[in-house]
């Protein structure tokens, strides 16, 4: 397969080396960052009453000390989507005074069995 050559088809083109089928939905993990818990906590808040189909979660990460929610959609990881959801999910934070830092996914999907637990692809600007 062939992918752009950005951050988002890197990311992609690595999946794909890691034999995950990018053909086939997966839960894919988007990360917004904020400075203030208040902010994060809002911006979870505001999510939770839109029509999104996801989970997702706040938490703090000590290594940057920012606060992250973490939106986990299930889709087709397929780069126009992938760009578009991250964009406006970066608008959405901008909102609430966060930023978005990128997407991964866990590499133990349903139809993944041999990849651990721990494993997570993810870009190199992310900084998890």
């Not at 990311?11 to 997966?26: K, N, V």
């Not at 029509?51 to 000390?65: R, Y």
Request: glycine share 4%.
């Amino acid at each position: 397969m062939q992918f752009p050559d950005d951050d988002n088809g890197q990311m992609l083109a690595a999946m794909a080396d890691a034999g995950i089928d990018l053909t086939q939905s997966i839960e894919v993990d988007f990360f917004l960052v904020f400075d203030d818990q208040r902010d994060a906590e809002s911006a979870l808040e505001a999510l939770s009453q839109t029509d999104m189909q996801g989970e997702l979660e706040v938490n703090f990460d000590e290594e940057s000390t920012k606060w992250e929610v973490i939106v986990c959609l299930q889709m087709v990881p397929d780069y126009a989507a992938l760009v578009a959801k991250e964009t406006e999910l970066n608008s959405f934070a901008q909102e609430f005074d966060g930023i978005s830092d990128g997407w991964g996914v866990m590499q133990n999907q349903a139809s993944d069995s041999e990849f651990t637990d721990d494993d997570h692809v993810h870009s190199e600007h992310c900084k998890h």
